[in-house]
């Protein structure tokens, strides 16, 4: 324990033990972040109605596509930073970190007015406009107001991950941990209080999630500055040349283009999800499906949370080695994480499969009148196909992670092209193959299944490339030469 609450350097000590030391806060963190989601879902799913549930279950891949984004370039921009701590160099981390405010600060003015102006374009490409039917006006007015509210507070998420970042860089995943744990809290008091007092309903939801979330970054950027002294900023730290500023984007944004190009993936399946509660003219008539795998999403993002620790892990020791040139210390950990993500499957991926028994996740979102033995068939089949072919998902965290470390994000990125080629062809395609024509309401089980199948193969398809990344700059015996060249 000892050990969890100090900054790392990964360049030493034993390999497996320190990736787990750093992972676990990471995974603690993640997990609370789960529970902004859950808690959502759980207080909306007791006081508003099935409509305005399965509103607020659409919009998790558009708040996914923004989330992501803000995850995957600041977790580029910390592999600068990284590479400067490994090889002990003071300025270097306090101008990268300087750089990734001013950056940053302008990223999420940018991606504030581009989302606000792209709502309404992107419910319709998930299949919601507003209509005089009940049940649709009520789905897509509730989709609306949250995800206006979330999109509004996307400085929070930025800012938020880019703190988390650039003290996971420096060896130090605890300090977001404490500081996320009491904005969950907080969160959950807010979703309480703005929507079972002041009955702001979705509107509620959604503020207490922007609120909670800009506390934890404030918070945790007053503690940096507090306990690290070494890397207080002042003025000059912020005159920066506009060529150590492309380095930063160079290795930010095709990290973050990928996790948001994968979330456009995950739209279109959505919108293949909203076909099966729509009748033969394109009108959403009920919210089985979308309640149903829903739920289904939402645990299983809670579940991939430990290979999206061991992964975020990753490339934090890789970039620390790669600074302090130990590349026989990067194929080791490596391999440690490939064996750690595999206990993990049968971990998680076991709880998954036990908690699928009778639907019973579906009671941790629901109160038992939303939940239906079609929903429950809905969410079930995505668990299934999930879970049992969890572990490509694992290779998928561990090598993209390392290979990001490495200061290599073309192999990531196209594996982030690829998994959305297969993602959206598997959904498109397969569903009304299997259905023996157009996808709604009255669609076949193994329709379903089809659709379901859409995150393994667009994970497998991802693997090629990364595992191709794996040889290249791990495993082969120029993997040295490969990695240093144009550094």
């Keep these: 324990m000892k050990n969890l609450f100090k900054q790392m350097d990964l360049t030493k000590g034993n390999i497996t033990k320190n990736i787990l030391l750093f992972s676990i806060p990471i995974l603690l963190s993640y997990l609370l972040q789960q529970i902004y989601t859950i808690s959502d879902a759980a207080i909306c799913g007791q006081f508003l109605n099935a409509n305005e549930v399965a509103g607020i279950n659409n919009t998790s891949n558009l708040v996914f596509m923004v989330l992501q984004f803000a995850i995957g370039v600041t977790a580029g921009f910390s592999v600068i930073t990284s590479t400067y701590y490994g090889n002990n160099d003071e300025t270097g981390i306090k101008k990268s970190f300087a750089v990734q405010i001013k950056l940053s600060l302008y990223l999420s003015i940018f991606l504030t007015i581009l989302s606000v102006i792209m709502i309404n374009p992107l419910l319709s490409l998930i299949g919601l406009s507003d209509s005089d039917n009940i049940v649709q006006h009520e789905i897509y007015s509730a989709s609306y107001t949250y995800i206006l509210v979330i999109y509004l507070g996307i400085i929070t998420q930025v800012f938020y991950n880019l703190i988390c970042s650039f003290l996971r860089s420096v060896g130090d995943s605890t300090t977001p941990l404490i500081f996320l744990f009491i904005s969950s809290i907080l969160n959950i008091i807010l979703d309480l209080f703005f929507i079972t007092v002041f009955k702001f309903g979705v509107f509620g939801a959604a503020l207490a999630t922007v609120i909670a979330q800009g506390i934890s970054a404030i918070g945790c950027f007053t503690f940096t500055f507090i306990k690290y002294k070494d890397y207080r900023l002042n003025i000059n730290d912020f005159n920066i040349n506009l060529k150590f500023s492309i380095k930063h984007l160079k290795m930010g944004l095709p990290l973050a283009l990928q996790f948001s190009i994968l979330a456009i993936g995950l739209i279109v399946v959505q919108s293949v999800i909203i076909k099966f509660d729509s009748n033969s003219l394109n009108q959403v008539v009920a919210s089985d499906a979308q309640n149903g795998i829903g739920a289904a999403v939402k645990l299983n993002n809670l579940l991939m949370c430990p290979f999206s620790a061991l992964g975020t892990a990753m490339i934090t020791y890789c970039s620390q080695n790669l600074g302090a040139n130990n590349f026989t210390r990067i194929k080791k950990g490596v391999n440690s994480a490939i064996i750690i993500m595999l206990f993990e499957y049968i971990i998680f991926g076991g709880i998954g499969l036990l908690l699928s028994i009778n639907g019973a996740y579906l009671y941790i979102f629901y109160s038992t009148d939303k939940i239906t033995p079609l929903s429950i068939k809905y969410g079930n089949a995505y668990m299934l196909c999930d879970m049992l072919l969890y572990f490509i998902l694992g290779f998928l965290y561990v090598f993209r992670n390392s290979i990001q470390g490495l200061g290599k994000p073309l192999f ?47 994970w497998l398809f991802a693997c090629i490339f990364l595992l191709t990344a794996g040889w290249l700059y791990v495993y082969s015996k120029n993997a040295k030469n490969r990695i240093t060249k144009n550094i």
């Design 412 to 458: 990531p990125f196209l594996a982030g092209i690829g998994e959305l080629i297969a993602r959206v062809a598997v959904a498109i395609l397969i569903p009304p193959l299997l259905n023996n024509g157009p996808i709604n309401n009255s669609a076949n089980t193994l329709s379903i299944y089809g659709l379901c199948f859409a995150d393994p193969a667009a």
